[in-house]
């Protein structure tokens, strides 16, 4: 199928990552140029290396920028549409995920941060491409939330709260862009990690650790996500064929947020 996105230009923040990466590549193939946004600058230029050397697809940049600082995410964009006339899709994927303590032993400066990075630095990238899109009459907008923001997550205080506002997000997002050609939805995925996927439970209770055992073992489906999973859901509702889906928290959850007995 196509989808309708060769020679868009898409913007993934948090490109060098490992779902933000598989973004990129699936955004590639489909056709899109891809911006690989990350203050990971070899990070992000190894991704772009990876995306342009496969054949038939759209070519990829790398870029470094802070989205904590407003003048550097401004002139990032303005520099994207020097060189690519615009910004079509923006995939909203940077985000801290590292900070595990409960509520009364959570530290004062990783919540700073989280909020920083993960939910400020969302809206700076927005408030700059989001207008604009607007303007054009054509957008795709696609907002990285979790199952820690359906649902909260134990000692995950920071990044459920950040991610739970990426519904908000999202959604207010949707209202304003919805007549003018723009959609904006949000992606809650499960645990993805793709060298993990095929593990089984207990494989993963051997191999990894017990933390990842449970969650695989909630899953309906008995097995973690991959990358590739979230990454085929973005290329989906960046396509034409989307354009009557906005507003909308999707699950790539393999089930876990089903009621299973």
Known sequence: MDLGINDRTAVVTG??????????????????????????????SEVAEEVNET??????????????????VQESMDAVRDEFGGVDILINNAAMVDARNRIADFDDETWDRDVEINLTG????????????????WGRVINM?????????????????????????????????????????VIAPNIVVDQWSDMTPDELRENVDEYFAR??????????????????????LSSEQASYVTGQVIGVTGGIDLFSF
Request: hydrophobic residues 40%; glycine residues 14%.
């Open 15 to 44: 490109g060098a990552g490992r779902i933000g990466s598989a973004d990129c590549r699936t955004l590639a193939e489909e056709g899109a140029d891809v911006v690989v946004l990350d203050v990971d600058e070899d990070g992000a």
């Open 55 to 72: 054949a038939g697809g759209g070519d990829a940049i790398p870029l470094l920028c802070d989205l904590t600082d407003r003048d550097d």
């Open 122 to 137: 969302t809206y700076n990238i927005s408030k700059e491409v989001f207008p604009k899109m607007c303007d054009r009459g």
């Open 145 to 185: 939330s979790s199952m820690a923001g359906w649902y909260g997550g134990f000692g995950q205080f920071s990044y459920s709260a950040t991610k739970a506002a990426m519904l908000g997000v999202g959604k207010t997002m949707a209202l304003e862009g919805a007549q003018s050609g723009v959609t904006s939805n």
């Open 215 to 236: 969650i695989a073992e909630a899953t309906p489906m008995r097995r973690l996500g991959s990358e590739d999973d979230v990454a085929n859901m973005i290329a989906y």
